[in-house]
């Protein structure tokens, strides 16, 4: 298979899933979130200040009433987004690679 | 497993924090060896993958959910260093877009859920070849059995990490921690270690020649590309 076959066929994967399951995903608290509520330190936590401004607050994209759009969005919007940032920093290293001599 | 700010002291989270950043820094000068002209895509394609993943809680037992995580999956694709990089995009854009998990646990965050995976799964995959010499990392169960017992101990360890930071910082004991967030994540490992082997399947079964276990050409991992030019 081409390279850039695999890659698009592997980002569309990506992308199906975000966009498609996670509105379905379960929204039960997570291991961490389970432990932190038997054990009564969930309170603990809060957003650090500069989280107050989160583009897509808790992968729910703002503006979009009903709560599954709101999801699959975020999920598109971010699965892109961290494609483009690694491949712009794997772009980046290997441009900054010396040449062979 | 995102830790959110207020879990972790001061101290605990400088603490993690230091120890990721060198562990970046160190990653960036070794990431530019393993990057081939293929890898580049594929390090986009990675972290999208698991950044989608992550996004889909499955149900265990009792009301608790988990989700994928990703680092055994990095590692095996992308070698250990290019994994922990990719790890650290992932987490980030999490905390800073989608607000989950906190910004001065962020190092943490890296440690727990990406560097300690990718280290150790890349230090399994060392092992392998060292012991079998290339041949035995030809073979597609082998890297099939590396995927799924890695994914399973990455997330073990990182639930383990997790727990000692929380109890260092004082937050809760550690004899109360520790078994509940092992207790928690077997079952949680085991999800992790399915999709990272049907992940892994997948790569083997069109492109075989991108894991990264090795510089092996495609006909020396399990089935050769389709369509490849044989000598």
């Not at chain 1, 390279?3 to 379905?24: D, E, H, N």
């Not at chain 2, 924090?17 to 990653?27: E, R, W």
């Not at chain 2, 399947?201 to 894991?211: C, F, G, M, W």
């Amino acid at each position: 298979m081409r390279l850039r076959l695999f890659t698009i066929l592997a980002l569309a994967v990506a992308v199906g899933l975000a966009v498609a399951a996670s509105p379905y995903a379960s929204s039960s608290p997570d291991g961490l979130e389970r432990v932190a509520g038997d054990e009564g330190f969930a309170d603990d936590g809060r957003l650090h200040a500069i989280q107050d401004d989160a583009p897509v607050p808790d992968y729910t994209f703002p503006g979009i009433e009903d709560s599954r759009p709101a999801t699959a969005l975020a999920g598109f919007v971010g699965t892109l987004l961290v494609f483009g940032l690694g491949y712009g920093l794997a772009a980046l290293l290997r441009r900054r690679r010396p040449a062979p001599t | 497993m995102h830790i959110p700010d207020g879990f972790l002291s001061p101290e605990v989270a400088a603490t993690t924090a230091a120890v990721t950043a060198g562990v970046l820094a160190y990653s960036l000068r070794r990431a530019d060896a393993a990057l081939d002209e293929r890898r580049v895509p594929l390090v986009g394609v990675t972290g999208a993958f698991i950044f989608a993943a992550q996004m889909l809680n499955f149900p265990v037992a009792g009301g608790t959910s988990g989700h994928f995580m990703g680092a055994a999956l990095a590692a095996i694709l992308l070698g250990p260093w290019l994994a922990c990089l990719v790890m650290a995009v992932v987490l980030a854009t999490q905390a800073f877009v989608f607000a989950d998990g906190g910004i001065t646990a962020l190092g943490a965050n890296i440690l727990n859920m990406g560097v300690i995976g990718a280290l150790g799964v890349g230090a399994a995959m060392l092992a392998a070849r060292h012991l079998l010499g290339r041949a035995g990392l030809r073979s597609r169960g082998l890297l099939l059995a590396l995927a799924g017992i890695g994914a399973w101990t990455a997330v073990m360890a990182g639930a383990a990490a997790t727990a000692f930071e929380l109890s260092i910082s004082g937050t809760v004991p550690l004899g109360t921690v520790l078994p509940a967030m092992l207790g928690v994540h077997v079952l949680i490992g085991v999800g992790e270690a399915v999709v990272t082997i049907a992940a892994v399947s997948a790569v083997l079964a069109t492109r075989p020649d991108l894991i990264a276990v090795s510089d092996l050409r495609p006909e020396e991992i399990g089935r050769p590309a389709p369509g490849m030019v044989t000598p």
